[in-house]
């Protein structure tokens, strides 16, 4: 079945501009997170939903990123007044539930660049 | 606070070579650990992970790892390396919290040659 896609793949932007990073989770999948990987790093949590309410937002830098997810499938993460060090890449992952021995699946993430 | 470290940020093996990538936590209780692979243009694969019981753990792709409480390690094997292995690997850690937020090491870039 179909895996857990992200759009854009790249995002290219000028510094100070809003982008909107999408997610598409597995069909089903209630537990939906985002993390962001910065060059030659290991992922690092932003935001943990669980349906449609954002359980855990504690690793979100400050309140310029912003993530949504209000049917609970899609989530969008938004990013305002967009800054040279938010460059990285954006993954998104889901899982069945949000329980510690589930698996979580990973996209293969937006490259935002910001200029 | 939990953080995974993995010392090695580059390791190269030649084909057919056994491997062997580190791993340590930091973490207060019996932790969630879990080892990812990376490969250009895909995203994160889970190989294994370790919750209890058995403290050797076998994956995908005919990885192990072993769990050492004593020295809080968690390192990834593999007996005979394949050129396809080529890639990056992370090693995890479930936070607390109830649910599976996870904290990633820097990981490991592995090279293979022919």
């Known amino acids: 079945g179909a895996g857990v896609s992200q759009t854009p793949s790249n995002k290219v932007t000028e510094k100070g501009k809003y982008v909107e990073l999408r997610c598409d989770p597995i069909?089903?999948?209630?537990?939906l997170y985002w993390y962001r990987q910065s060059l030659g790093q290991g992922p690092e949590f932003l935001i943990y939903f669980q349906g449609t309410g954002a359980a855990d937002d504690s690793g979100l830098p400050n309140d310029r990123f912003f993530a949504v997810r209000p049917e609970g499938s899609v989530s969008t993460l938004k990013i305002q007044r967009t800054e040279r060090g938010d460059s990285a890449v954006y993954l998104c992952?889901?899982?069945?539930?949000?329980?510690?021995?589930?698996?979580?699946?990973f996209g293969p993430g937006t490259r935002l660049t910001v200029l | 606070a939990q953080s995974v470290t993995q010392p090695d940020i580059h390791i190269t093996v030649s084909e057919g070579a056994s491997l062997e990538l580190r791993c340590n936590y930091s973490y207060g209780a019996t932790p969630y650990l879990f080892w990812y692979v990376q490969s250009p243009g895909q995203g994160l694969q889970l190989l294994l992970k370790y919750f209890s019981g058995d403290t050797l753990v076998q994956g995908i792709k005919g990885f192990e790892a072993e769990f050492k409480r004593s020295q809080s390690s968690f390192n990834l094997r593999k007996p005979s390396v394949h050129w396809s292995d080529a890639a990056e690997y992370f090693c995890a850690v479930g936070a607390t919290g109830g649910y599976n937020k996870l904290i990633f090491g820097a990981g490991t870039r592995l090279a293979v040659h022919p």
């Open positions: 992952a889901s899982s069945p539930q949000g329980q510690v021995h589930n698996e979580q699946f």
């Open positions: 069909s089903g999948h209630t537990a």
